[in-house]
């Protein structure tokens, strides 16, 4: 299967400021997941957004879908040095079974 | 929430021997199972879907032979990485799925490093 893109690869911002990851797929999907992964760590959850949802917050994380371009994006607001890791989009498809498709991912690095 | 842990955590091992990872879902069941592939500075790609109690469902161009998953249980799935080579030295991360969450939901172990000598 193939992945979805994610854009940029790598992201450097300072500490406060606001950070933004796109993510583009192929196909059409039940829902789209974030996930966060800290180097050489596993994944972890961080917000789902339903096809037939557009936005979605948790906390300092904000999730847009547009299902008609196939893209989502990912706010994170008021950065913080612990924000730094790789972010990745995941997308499912199908049914209850469905596998997910990883994107390419963003590594943000957070600098004081 | 729901936790899956795997074992080992890293593992070094000669050229040629065989490695078997362990994933377990500690606090629920899981039917299904799923096993990634991580190479460094790059994304999770999918191995094998792993069914208790029937054979695993391989990926295109993954060798189900080289890659052998037994799902023996609910609560357990292994990898065995046979006659490891040094190309096999990757970060293999297991998932459990979750039937009572929106399709797709997946709770994911810490990974497993492996690295071949």
């Known amino acids: 299967s193939q992945q979805g893109e994610e854009d940029p690869q790598a992201l450097s911002i300072q500490e406060g400021e606001n950070a933004t990851m796109n993510c583009s797929y192929k196909?059409?999907?039940?829902?789209l997941q974030w996930y966060r992964q800290n180097s050489g760590r596993g994944l972890v959850h961080l917000i789902l957004i339903r096809s037939n949802e557009r936005e979605k917050h948790s906390g300092r994380l904000r999730v847009t879908l547009d299902t008609s371009k196939k893209s989502s994006s990912l706010l994170i607001t008021a950065s913080r040095a612990a924000d730094t890791a790789s972010y990745f989009c995941a997308t499912s498809s199908g049914g209850t079974a469905s596998k997910l498709t990883f994107g390419t991912g963003t590594r943000l690095q957070v600098t004081l | 929430g729901a936790v899956v842990s795997q074992h080992p955590s890293w593992v070094i091992c000669k050229s040629g021997t065989s490695v078997k990872i362990e994933c377990r879902s500690l606090?629920?069941?899981?039917?299904?199972m799923f096993w990634y592939r991580q190479f460094p500075k790059q994304s999770l790609m999918l191995m094998a879907t792993?069914?208790?109690?029937?054979?695993?469902?391989?990926e295109q161009g993954v060798e189900k032979d080289k890659f052998l998953i037994n799902h023996a249980s609910l609560t357990l799935s292994t990898l065995t990485v046979t006659s490891a080579h040094p190309e096999d030295s990757s970060f293999y991360i297991c998932?459990?799925?979750?039937?009572?969450?929106?399709?797709?939901?997946?709770?994911f172990g810490p990974g497993t490093r492996l690295l071949v000598l």
């Open positions: 998932s459990a799925r979750d039937l009572t969450g929106p399709p797709g939901t997946q709770y």
């Open positions: 196909t059409s999907i039940n829902n």
């Open positions: 792993s069914n208790e109690g029937s054979k695993a469902t391989y």
């Open positions: 606090d629920f069941q899981a039917t299904t």
